[in-house]
């Protein structure tokens, strides 16, 4: 009866040692699901800020085109002028 006891002992200790390498690894899982979160939110954002920032260079580059093209043009007609004045 006695071995039959120790045997138990012995059954429960390695139980209990399983289950508390079994919370370890799962706390540790919880961790890195964690940060994998905050890694994916911080990476939603700057996708977001990029996305922003993409869209604001592309209306800059629209607009300096249209200015340089309305400043060709004006220069055309200028120029256009000055050559009925001046011959050469």
């Known amino acids: ?3 039959d ?3 138990k002992r012995r059954q429960n200790f390695e139980l209990e040692e399983e289950r508390d390498e079994l919370a370890r690894q799962l706390q540790a899982a919880i961790s890195r699901a964690d940060t994998e979160s905050l890694a994916k939110s911080i990476a939603h954002e700057t996708i977001a800020e990029l996305e922003k920032e993409k869209t604001m260079k592309e209306l800059e580059i629209k607009d300096l085109f249209a200015r340089h093209k309305t400043e060709v043009s004006n220069k ?3 120029l256009s002028s000055v050559r ?4 050469f």
């Open 84 to 87: 009925r004045w001046v011959p």
């Open 76 to 78: 055309d007609i200028i």
């Open 1 to 3: 009866m006695r071995d």
């Open 5 to 7: 006891f120790e045997e």
